[in-house]
């Protein structure tokens, strides 16, 4: 048996997580993705399977002129886009799925912003 890989061991934790984080209608899944560039986070109710809003590093209309340096940074304006987006959504209430991440760095501070925003959980 070999050694495993980063990615292995994340995935692994993710499932383990997804076990007992489910999002539903009244209190949907705030989910996260982090890639060594870019930071994703989808709101959704897998009661019905749907993403009902999502925010990322990698859209089109992402502000240029305004674009923060660090990725942290970059990752607290997506956690405040995907709250403003979620609360015009009305939702205000979501669980937290780090996606498998340790709840540090990127991922801490998009939480953090979304909390900020208006986003409870």
Avoid: C
Wanted: aromatic share 6%.
């Amino acid at each position: 048996m070999g050694r495993r890989s980063t990615r292995e061991l994340r995935i692994r934790r993710h499932t383990r997580l997804r076990k007992r984080v489910s999002g539903s209608q009244e209190r949907p899944r705030l989910s996260i993705f982090r890639s060594s560039v870019h930071i994703y986070a989808q709101v959704i109710d897998d009661t019905l399977g749907r993403t009902l809003v999502t925010a990322s590093t990698n859209e089109k209309a992402w502000p240029e002129s305004d674009t923060p340096t660090t990725k942290t940074e970059r990752a607290a304006l997506v956690g405040k886009l995907v709250a403003e987006r979620a609360l015009e959504a009305g939702v205000t209430k979501v669980v937290f799925d780090r996606g498998g991440f340790k709840y540090h760095g990127r991922v801490k501070a998009l939480a953090e912003a979304a909390r900020e925003a208006g986003l409870s959980f």
